[in-house]
């Protein structure tokens, strides 16, 4: 997915030092030791060490970790609110630690908008005026302004609610408006930190799912904080996993669940309900034959039982799914003079997306269990999977 993006962020030996010395604790991190040690000999946290990575044009990333990983000092690097020690922070060519304050303040402007925890709403301005702050600090006229942030509030959820207060709002309502400010911004790059971790867990759920319907329509590059571990697998394109300043992982969900890199992984994701976060394609294997839509019932038949197969997806000649042809029902056609599919073509299957959780699938095998089919947008078939083999990953997933 987000491998085929190009990168919009690039991050290179991002090094913070809190304290008067760096130079003398990042001598000693070269040296091989850790933060507590540094701390020990030095009085400097090193709060940040040599943190790479990229983020892609329009992904979600997630960067997590428990209280003290340095996830909220990265995040504050990357718009330099906080000043990096060492490193390079690139995005669209623009190496931000290298910057004027002038070019600074610009690149700010043009590139990031930051969703706080704690909504950080005016309480003396409406919703309308609190999403509309980014544009008039910016000097936008004001009918363009409260027309930007009138669209980002609808696409956020709060149309009719222009002229309330925040505190006429609940806690996932006042979100939404921090939300919808800093859409109106139209900045290329959202940064949110711990966004939703202030909200009760039914509403930071129904946030979740919001924030990824938006992302699915806008398509915006988001970076997200959060020290939640189901947050991360629920929302995340890909995940950074910090512990102590230190990138420890960085991969999609499945990888992190599926392949740990070391023991710290493997306890932070004890207890995860694995059918939740890996997906059909997963457990997805490849079709071992299909039937054209222009074959007749015996080579139908003949394909099905030179792969000792019982039913047979049908297709067009690009792989667009057809339909399905059982055994009995070729037989049946062919006895009856038929020289056709269409005619014994049922659509009584189940089809899901690569991304369906695994835990959906369960349901959806009937009683005949046909094999379910996974497609693409396009509805072209990738795969298929039989129950056995969801129970099979959700078995390897649990060794692991």
Not at 38 to 64: A, P
Not at 122 to 129: A, C, G, K, S
Request: proline share 4%; aromatic share 4%; glycine share 8%.
């Amino acid at each position: 997915m987000s491998e085929n993006r190009s990168v919009k962020i690039k991050v290179r030996g991002l090094s913070k030092v809190f304290g008067d010395q760096p130079k003398k604790a990042l001598k000693l991190r070269d040296e091989g030791l850790k933060r507590p040690e540094i701390l020990d000999k030095t009085g400097q946290t090193l709060g940040l060490s040599n943190i790479d990575f990229d983020v892609h044009e329009g992904e979600l990333l997630v960067i997590m970790g428990l209280s003290g990983s340095g996830k909220s000092t990265l995040i504050r690097c990357l718009n330099r609110l906080i000043e990096p020690t060492e490193g390079e922070i690139i995005i669209d060519g623009e190496d931000i630690p290298q910057l004027s304050d002038k070019a600074l303040l610009e690149c700010r402007r043009r590139h990031f908008s930051m969703v706080f925890q704690n909504f950080a709403l005016f309480p003396h301005r409406t919703v309308q005026q609190n999403a509309e702050f980014g544009l008039e600090i910016r000097g936008i006229d004001a009918d363009t302004r409260a027309k930007t942030a009138r669209d980002a509030l609808t696409q956020v959820g709060l149309n009719g609610w222009e002229d309330a207060y925040p505190n006429q709002l609940s806690g996932g309502m006042q979100q939404r408006v921090g939300l919808a400010r800093a859409l109106a911004n139209d900045s290329t790059v959202l940064l949110m930190d711990e966004a939703f971790s202030a909200l009760d867990p039914l509403i930071r759920k129904d946030m979740q799912q919001e924030l990824l319907e938006l992302q699915h329509r806008m398509k915006k590059t988001t970076v997200f904080i959060t020290h939640d571990l189901d947050e991360a697998l629920n929302i995340g394109d890909r995940i950074v996993l910090l512990k102590d300043g230190e990138v420890v992982q960085i991969g999609t969900p499945e990888e992190i669940l599926t392949k740990p890199a070391d023991d710290y992984v493997e306890r932070f994701i004890e207890g995860v309900d694995m059918s939740r976060v890996l997906t059909a394609e997963s457990a997805m294997r490849p079709v071992r034959a299909t039937a054209r839509e222009d074959d007749g019932p015996r080579t139908a038949l003949r394909k099905m039982k030179e792969n000792a197969m019982d039913s047979i997806y049908v297709t067009s000649r690009d792989r667009k799914l057809k339909g399905l042809v059982e055994a009995d029902a070729a037989n049946s056609a062919i006895q009856s003079g038929q020289d056709r599919l269409d005619s014994v073509m049922t659509q009584d299957f189940r089809t899901v997306g690569p991304d369906e959780p695994l835990h959906n699938l369960f349901a959806l095998f009937n009683e005949k269990s046909f094999p379910i089919a996974v497609i693409d947008d396009e509805r072209r078939l990738l795969g298929v999977v039989v129950k056995g083999a969801v129970l099979d990953e959700l078995a390897q997933a649990g060794d692991h």
